[in-house]
Every structure is written in C-alpha cells, then in structure tokens.
C-alpha cells in the first residue's frame, strides 16, 4: 500500500512569491493534516481538511491556505512568502469518521525554502 | 489549552544503554497519546500509541504508559542499538479534535 506522497522534495522561492505544496493521501484516508517544522520551533498544526471541507486551521495567517480536492488529495498555497516561512512543510492522512480520532500516517514532507 | 513538554535533547547513550525520554502533557478531557520518530533524512513515523489512562503501548522494544495521575507518557526502551539513532516527538490528540499537539522533539544518538 502506497504512503501519504508530497511533491515537490524542495521549493526554492524568493521573498513575496507564491508557494504550491501538494499531498496524496493513502488510498481510503478522507482526512488530509499540514504540519510546519520551523527549525527552533518544532511541528505546528496548520490545517486539516476532511471530505474536501477545511475542519481547523492553527494559529497561522491567512496567507496559508489550502484546499481538499475530491479525490482527496491537497494543496497548501502560502502567498506573501517570508524568509520565516522557510521549513519542512509535511503532510499526514487519516480515515476519519465523526468525532473519533485516528491516528496520523505522515509523508515525507517539502522542504521550503525562502531566500 | 494543549500542550506537551518533553525532555530536552540531545541525548547520547552508548549501544545497550536504557532510554528514558521524559513527556508529559497539559489537555482538558481524556486525550491519546503518541510517540512518532524521525529517522535521519526521513517522515515521522509512528511508534506507539496509548488512547486511556493505564495504556500501554508498545513497538521495537519501545515502551510507553499513559499515566494521568502525573499527565506523563515517558519513552523507555531497555537496550538501544545504533539503528535506534533518531529525533523523538511526544504528541497529543484532543478528544474529539483531530490536530496533534506535539513536544519540541529530542534527538537520541547511540553510539557503538
């Protein structure tokens, strides 16, 4: 069974560009999570998207967005890009169903970076 | 709000060595609680779970039990091997929410 996969491996942009992250999910998981991994600031929740709805969002501005398509795959979109914004942006899959909780099959992330 | 404390890194133990990375955690209700490792140059991996109080969860020789009397969910492992050269995250899961909360991550070298 494939993994959760992201594309592109490493994003290199200038500051004010545009950034374009994508995830697949595993096969049968509705439930697709974005992670920031800043070095010095560790892994912070920074949105999920479940049945192509966005769920909850972390304390991020709006700049981050993002969208679930019906496939189920993602895209994380960061505008405005500052040099701060340079991290491991990883992706994780979940099934979800109501309130329940599963756990989360992580990808191997986009290394973004902002010069 | 949620949160999770974990041991301050990095450690270094020598193979055979026993491994104690201690977390613990600050949530309302009753949450899960994780252990997911990176190895170099790789994702997060899940290694154990525990969804109540007294749970243990196990993987790879890798211990860890849900204490809510101390909100803790230390790793421990009896005997490391160099393949075991990793960062440690501890992470939460609300009940009911779907977000992890994770720790700062504690990098652990073993060395032959």
């Known amino acids: 069974e494939a993994g959760v996969t992201q594309s592109p491996t490493h994003l290199i942009k200038t500051r004010g560009q545009q950034a374009t992250l994508r995830c697949s999910p595993i096969?049968?998981?509705?439930?697709v999570y974005w992670y920031q991994q800043a070095l010095g600031l560790g892994l912070q929740f920074l949105l999920w998207?479940?049945?192509?709805?966005?769920?909850n969002r972390g304390n991020f501005p709006p700049r981050f967005s993002g969208r679930q398509f019906p496939n189920y795959s993602s895209e994380l979109n960061v505008n405005a890009l500052e040099l701060e914004d340079s991290a491991l942006y990883l992706c994780?899959?979940?099934?979800?169903?109501?309130?329940?909780?599963?756990?989360?099959?992580f990808g191997p992330g986009t290394r973004l970076t902002v010069t | 709000g949620n949160s999770v404390t974990q041991m301050e890194g990095p450690v270094t133990l020598s193979e055979e060595a026993f491994l104690t990375i201690n977390c613990t955690y600050t949530?309302?209700?009753?949450?899960?609680l994780f252990w997911y490792v990176q190895y170099p140059g790789e994702g997060l991996q899940l290694l154990l779970k525990?969804?109540?109080?007294?749970d243990k969860g196990s993987n790879k020789g890798f211990e860890a039990t849900y204490r809510k009397e101390t909100t803790s969910f230390h790793l421990e492992k009896g005997s490391v091997q160099v393949s075991d050269s990793a960062v440690y995250f501890c992470?939460?899961?609300?009940?009911?929410?779907?977000?992890?909360?994770f720790g700062t991550g504690t990098r652990l070298t073993v060395i032959p």
């Open positions: 949530a309302t209700g009753y949450p899960s």
């Open positions: 525990a969804t109540k109080a007294d």
């Open positions: 992470a939460l899961v609300q009940t009911g929410a779907n977000n992890l909360f």
């Open positions: 994780a899959s979940s099934p979800y169903s109501g309130a329940q909780s599963y756990e989360q099959y």
């Open positions: 096969s049968g998981h509705t439930s």
């Open positions: 998207y479940d049945e192509g709805e966005e769920r």
